[in-house]
């Protein structure tokens, strides 16, 4: 397995130690964010993480290897040019040799194999709006790795309702960082329940503690964003109406690209602030779980 999973020095030190790592998602890097909002995230998370006295752990594919900890010139090569790779498409990603930025599945399976139980992302994938039949791989990684996801809810263009039914079914237990509802990303009300409320890093390490004792896998710690962004349903709303015709991969880059038009550049602004505010408070949680 060696061959294949690259540790750096850092992230294996800090495992050997027994100290707590965090394990950050690229393709937000890759994807997710534009230039230079998408460096400026990845490299303010490992800092909030390094802040609150935890290893960063930023996972992506290089030369024919998971990698699990980068320097800056590996983040850099996969900010300039990855492919998407979610948890189906690492075994190609390796073998053919791939620039890849791994989703939160893929960032799952390799924090598994790497021995970390805590990952931060902005928000996970789930169930498509009017495309219920398009439901991200990172809901099924949930019902069977075991890590803790912190995102400040799902992809803003899901359907929420329907990705937490998915996440019930697949006994995925999702808890509400200090809160009642699931964050809608943008904004910390989306009407949606979680299915139990945590208050602070040492309450959330004792839920998930007991939670992996009885058997659980993927535990998603949804925490609300740091800021809210005005009228953020009413500019989505807004944005999928403008885009109905477009379809494929394309929807969502358009989409999030309208949306920073729609809101003068905010949501991007406020994108970072909740990845990095994610990544503290996962710092935060895998600094009390770790005896
Ligand atoms: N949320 C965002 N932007 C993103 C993602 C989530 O606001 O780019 C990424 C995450 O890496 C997530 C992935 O795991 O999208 C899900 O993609 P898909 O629906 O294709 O599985
Ligand atoms: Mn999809």
């Not at 790497?114 to 498509?128: D, E, K, N, Q, Y």
């Not at 699931?182 to 910390?188: C, D, L, R, S, V």
Request: one cysteine or more; glycine letters at 10%.
């Amino acid at each position: 397995m060696t061959d294949i999973l690259r540790i750096s020095a850092a992230v294996a030190e800090a495992l050997a130690k027994g100290r707590p790592v965090v394990a950050l998602e690229t393709s937000i890097v890759g994807q997710g964010l534009p230039a230079p909002h998408n460096l400026r995230a990845a490299r303010e998370c490992e800092a909030a993480i390094r802040e609150e006295g935890a290893t960063p752990a930023t996972v992506g594919v290089l030369d024919g290897q998971i990698h699990v900890g980068l320097d800056d010139a590996e983040l850099v090569r996969i900010a300039t040019a990855a492919i998407k790779v979610s948890s189906r498409d690492l075994g190609p990603a390796i073998a053919h040799g791939a620039v890849g930025a791994t989703t939160v599945a893929a960032t799952m399976r390799a924090a598994a194999m790497a021995g970390i139980r805590f990952l931060a992302t902005g928000g996970i994938g789930g169930v498509h709006r009017g495309h219920p039949e398009d439901e991200s791989a990172d809901l099924v990684e949930l019902g069977r790795t075991q890590v803790a996801v912190f995102c400040a809810g799902a992809k803003i263009i899901l359907d929420l309702a329907l990705t937490l039914e998915r996440l019930e079914s697949l006994s995925v237990p999702v808890l509400g960082y200090g809160c009642d509802e699931f964050p809608a990303f943008y904004t910390a009300r989306s009407g949606c329940p979680i299915s139990a409320r945590v208050d602070g890093p040492d309450d959330t390490a004792a839920a998930l503690r007991a939670a992996w004792a009885t058997g659980a896998r993927g535990v998603v710690v949804a925490v609300p964003p740091p800021g809210e962004l005005e009228d953020a349903e009413k500019i989505v709303q807004r944005a999928l109406r403008e885009l109905a015709g477009v379809s494929g991969p394309e929807v969502t880059p358009r989409l999030l690209a309208r949306v920073a038009e729609l809101s003068g550049g905010r949501s991007l602004d406020l994108n970072v602030e909740l990845v990095v505010n994610n990544a503290r408070v996962a710092a935060r949680v895998a600094g009390g779980i770790i005896d």
